[in-house]
């Protein structure tokens, strides 16, 4: 009886909770929320202006002045770091959040459905999958007007044909399983068994691509602001500034390792993150 | 003459063997080939068959799981292929299903108290007041105690498991249920008690099962009539008693032969048959089953027998076969 007591009460916990019985969740958790905190309050903390050239004081080391040492401009890179989190948090969060959302939805339909549904959906990602991702985006913001939200825009496109792949193949394997036909004879409907049924049990699949997602969106649109596309100089971008810092990489490292550690911590915390959350999230993982 | 639930007419499943570049239809699979019989209310009726045979295809065709590729199916009298969508979700209340892995045929990302109130909540059989209430009379119902509600599946052995499903099918109230093969994956001591459970349940709730299950023993138990199937065919129907006592024709002979009997000195005759069960792609010409039957005639070779009565032995008792009231009448010197 204290057994089911106990089981009863870690079934009744929040989603928080649950997290925080979980040391790889939990930790990674506080790290994001400490990114998060950061990212809010840090650009009003900081001495420095991020933007204004120090001419004097060019490709200067690491030291107590600038922990990160300055870049081509004399810009101290610490500062730019932080003005530029929020703006790096966003695009990763954002864009994998509408790309997972279209292709989750996407791969769903055409696991659940196949036939003719199904072909048309897959071909239609295979030709975006084909499709260089820079075109896509060059094209994009052509039609659309340069804008940092036509970038995530684009940036979500290119994510949406790697879930509607995963989660279809992932659905197609659930849709054999008995409940789902048992579902099917107590007469629910599509909508319910989608999202009630097949969703739940797909989730962890969705959650390690997302986590491994924010890491490609945070490079690709990086990438995409190198070509002038989305954010301009010289808003402090990450991925912008590794790759001004890629021109000094023999005389100062320290241009393009701060700003590429930035993103690979970030990326690693959300992997992470996704990793504790989905034995979280599995009831057969609880102990 | 009890009320008629359920009548399969002429149902015929084929399934289109793909290939090619332009995906036509090369041949079909037979699955299930002219089959016609009806179920009355409050009876048992099983159907016995080797794996493969069509009995499942049976089951998913008249739950309109699987579309039928001819024939009607008639439930109260309406034909269930015609409703439309809305309609048959409707329907679906009369009708449940048991399935055959109790592993996979539950959600394992809900409680059993979800699941339980799920079924109810999607046929708006029972108001939201009182689903806990039903809830817990629907777990004693089956042999499970309230607090285990909040148990996920995986926290249950197999045959709790099953006794959920059985919980889960009686949510809505049905008047038919579909047991396919939900014996089969469980041990003996387990199979005997949801057997006992299933015939407690259809006294209570005066419920008809149509039964499913390649094991005699399990069907003689609980079946009033048995359906035999080889190849997408019914070769045999009758009582159950009739159909253990006298079988007729000479497949329904083997499978009983094959029946393991308790004493280990026992000697008895066996009919063996050889060979393997033919592809229901291409199944034999005339009887389907006369490449393996020991009593094959050229007119076997070439004429398909007919499921007909037979003046000797009871009523009921159907066979496909020329020869069933001879060889069921020389029985004795064949086996």
Redesign the interface.
């Known amino acids: 009886m204290t057994k089911d007591k106990s089981v009863m009460n870690m079934e009744n916990r929040s989603l928080i909770s649950r997290i925080f019985s979980n040391k790889t969740a939990s930790i990674s958790f506080i790290f994001i929320l400490c990114l998060v905190f950061i990212a809010v309050i840090g650009p009003y903390l900081t001495v420095y202006d991020p933007n204004v050239p120090d001419t004097s004081n060019r490709l200067a080391s690491p030291s107590a002045k600038h922990f990160f040492g300055t870049d081509h401009h004399g810009r101290d890179i610490f500062t730019r770091i932080i003005h530029g989190m929020p703006l790096s948090l966003y695009i990763g969060v954002i864009s994998v959040l509408i790309g997972a959302t279209i292709g989750v939805v996407l791969g769903m339909i055409s696991g659940y459905y196949g036939g003719f549904i199904d072909s048309f959906i897959m071909r239609c990602m295979d030709v975006l999958f084909a499709f260089p991702g820079i075109l896509l985006a060059l094209a994009l913001v052509s039609v659309l007007g340069n804008s940092l939200h036509h970038l995530i825009l684009a940036v979500s496109i290119f994510l949406v044909p790697m879930f509607a792949r995963i989660v279809r193949s992932s659905t197609l394997a659930i849709c054999q399983l008995e409940y789902i036909d048992a579902m099917k004879v107590l007469g629910a409907s599509d909508i319910r068994i989608i999202f009630k049924h097949i969703f739940p049990n797909i989730v962890s699949p969705i959650i390690v691509q997302a986590t491994l997602s924010i890491a490609s969106a945070i490079l690709t649109a990086s990438t995409l602001s190198f070509l002038g596309l989305g954010v301009q100089p010289p808003t402090p971008e990450w991925g912008a500034m590794l790759n001004e810092g890629k021109d000094y990489m023999y005389q100062a490292p320290h241009v393009a390792f701060f700003p590429g550690l930035a993103i690979m911590f970030v990326v690693l915390v959300f992997h992470i993150f996704g990793d504790g959350l989905r034995d979280v999230l599995d009831p057969k993982s609880k102990k | 003459m009890r009320k008629e639930i359920l009548k399969v007419d002429h149902l015929k499943k084929y399934f289109p063997i793909k290939s090619g570049i332009w995906n036509r239809t090369v041949t079909n699979i037979k699955a299930v080939d002219n089959i016609s019989f009806t179920v009355h209310e409050g009876e048992t009726v099983g159907i016995v068959g080797e794996s493969g045979c069509g009995k499942s295809t049976v089951a ?1 065709t008249i ?1 309109q ?1 699987e579309q039928p590729t001819a024939g009607n199916i008639y439930f109260e009298g309406k034909n269930l292929c015609l409703l439309r969508k809305k309609e ?3 329907k ?2 009369e ?3 048991i ?3 109790p592993h ?6 809900q ?1 059993l108290k979800d699941i339980l109130y ?2 109810m909540s ?2 708006k059989v029972v108001p939201k007041a009182r689903k806990n209430e039903q809830v817990h009379a629907l777990l004693q119902k089956v042999g499970l105690q309230p ?1 285990q509600q ?3 599946p ?2 249950l052995s197999g045959g709790e498991k099953q006794r959920v ?1 059985i919980a ?1 099918a009686l949510a ?1 109230q049905p008047k038919l249920i579909i047991c396919d093969e939900i014996v089969s994956s469980l041990d003996i001591s387990r199979q005997a008690q949801i057997l006992h459970l299933l015939k407690k349940l259809q006294q209570d709730f005066n419920l008809t099962y149509l039964f499913i299950s390649h094991d005699l023993e399990v069907v003689r138990y609980i079946s009033d009539r048995v359906i035999v199937m080889y190849v997408g065919q019914i070769v045999e129907m009758a009582t159950t008693q009739s159909l253990f006592e006298s079988p007729m024709h000479p497949y329904t002979h083997a499978l009983l032969s094959a029946i393991p009997t308790p004493h280990p000195k026992a000697k008895r005759k066996r009919l063996l048959l050889k060979g393997e069960v033919p592809s229901p792609v291409e199944p034999p010409s005339g009887c389907r089953f006369h490449p393996r039957c020991p009593f094959a005639t050229e007119t076997c070779k070439k004429v398909a027998p007919t499921l007909q009565g037979t003046k000797d032995v009871e009523q009921n008792h159907l066979v496909a076969c020329h020869y069933g009231e001879d060889i069921a009448r020389n029985r004795s010197s064949f086996f």
């Not at chain 2, 996979?104 to 990302?109: G, I």
């Open positions: 998913r739950l799981l048959l979700r409707r679906r209340k009708m449940q299903m399935f055959q892995h996979s045929s539950l959600n394992p990302r409680r799920e079924a999607i046929q607090h909040e148990r996920y995986h926290e499903a889960r809505v």
